[in-house]
């Protein structure tokens, strides 16, 4: 664990510093991807990266631009192109190039294997362990070698009979569905427990236990809330990476998109972006307030200095029960909501409610888990 508390600030003095520093920024080494780096006043305010591919196609580009450009209109831009097609690299930098202005590109730079060019010629060698590597390092910056390393850090369990059992004995311990003020206080308790330790010491019950429960709109605005400032929300981005790590992939679109949004206010995009990526990928994707939050912070190219406003609008429109256990006061029970979602993943039969015997005697039961 790093100590450093002092914010990561780097002075890059040259393309070479540029380029060493790049990955450390997006959390990877780029891989035929294009960098936009939006600096306002000399400082950098955004780091987006996007595959070539995505945004070869007419308009593509010129789209991503326009959202960068309308979060930060008085921005000029570093462009770099990381790809073994130097052809595609440099039409796709002097596309941003004609998009932006000449006067709002200040760099543009093509990096292929371990040189980098710019466009008056100059040339040198990558250097992946410099200073600035090194600062970006002490600073607690991580580099991993591709993108699909980050996104190995989020991959679910694989059901065996014991996590089957564990999820079992979530179910049945959480209170009936009905009874949000429970559950809520029971997630309440959860996350305040174990992200204290950033998950390292969460079991497959109490994973299970938050998944479901954030089924629940009240868990789900608690949870989004409890994420505080940066240093607050790495400990909710390894607290959710955890859940995720310990449960079936049915039971973790949510716990993957609240890892993203702790990872956006925390100011990975990188992690952010991948963890809703997968959460897309899970079988039937739900629409629920998790989502939204973390496709409009991603989408949006909204930065995560605007966080804490976010934060108090949503706590703010929140169910007094959730306020309550934010602000450490007794909360008042609210009325049920017989709308309110099952917690029970999908085919689960809870016991309490067993269906009518069916001929014979034996009662009828829906499909395993």
Do not use: C
Not at 104 to 127: H, N, P
Not at 145 to 166: E, K, Y
Not at 238 to 258: K, S, T, Y
Not at 289 to 300: G, S
């Amino acid at each position: 664990m790093n100590d450093n508390t002092n914010p990561p600030v780097a002075r890059v003095t040259s393309l070479a510093g540029l380029t060493e520093l790049v990955p450390y920024m997006i959390g990877f080494t780029p891989e035929e991807s294009m960098v936009l780096m939006a600096t306002v006043h000399g400082q950098v305010q955004v780091t987006a990266r996007v595959d070539l591919v995505d945004v070869q196609p007419a308009g593509q580009l010129e789209d991503l631009l326009d959202r960068l450009t309308g979060r930060y209109p008085d921005a000029t831009f570093l462009t770099l192109a990381y790809t073994e097609q130097a052809d595609t690299g440099w039409a796709m930098m002097q596309r941003a190039n004609d998009h932006l202005g000449e006067d709002r590109t200040q760099v543009k730079v093509l990096v292929t294997g371990d040189t980098w060019y710019d466009s008056t010629g100059a040339s040198g060698a990558l250097d992946r362990y410099g200073p600035l590597a090194v600062q970006a390092a002490m600073h607690g910056l991580r580099r991993d070698n591709r993108r699909s390393d980050l996104a190995d850090r989020f991959q679910p369990a694989v059901m065996t009979d014991t996590i089957r059992g564990d999820i079992l004995s979530a179910i049945h311990a959480l209170p009936d569905p009905h009874r949000r003020d429970e559950v809520t206080r029971i997630a309440h308790q959860l996350i305040t427990q174990h992200v204290a330790d950033s998950g390292a010491h969460l079991d497959t019950v109490d994973a299970a236990k938050l998944a479901l429960a954030t089924k629940t709109t009240n868990v789900a605005d608690l949870a989004l809330s409890m994420i505080g400032d940066p240093a607050a929300a790495e400990q909710h981005l390894a607290l959710w990476a955890a859940v995720v790590n310990r449960l079936p992939a049915q039971l973790v679109e949510r716990p993957l998109q609240l890892a993203g949004v702790a990872a956006w206010a925390s100011g990975n995009g990188a992690v952010a972006s991948i963890t809703a990526e997968l959460a897309d990928k899970v079988d039937n994707p739900t629409a629920n307030p998790i989502r939204t939050v973390l496709e409009i912070v991603t989408t949006a190219v909204v930065p995560p200095t605007l966080w804490p406003e976010l934060r108090q609008e949503m706590t703010a429109a929140a169910d007094p029960s959730v306020q309550a256990l934010l602000s450490g006061a007794q909360p008042t029970p609210s009325a049920p909501n017989q709308t309110w979602e099952m917690v029970h993943p999908p085919g689960h039969t809870d016991p309490r409610r067993q269906p009518p015997a069916q001929p014979g005697g034996s009662p009828a039961v829906g499909p395993a888990i």
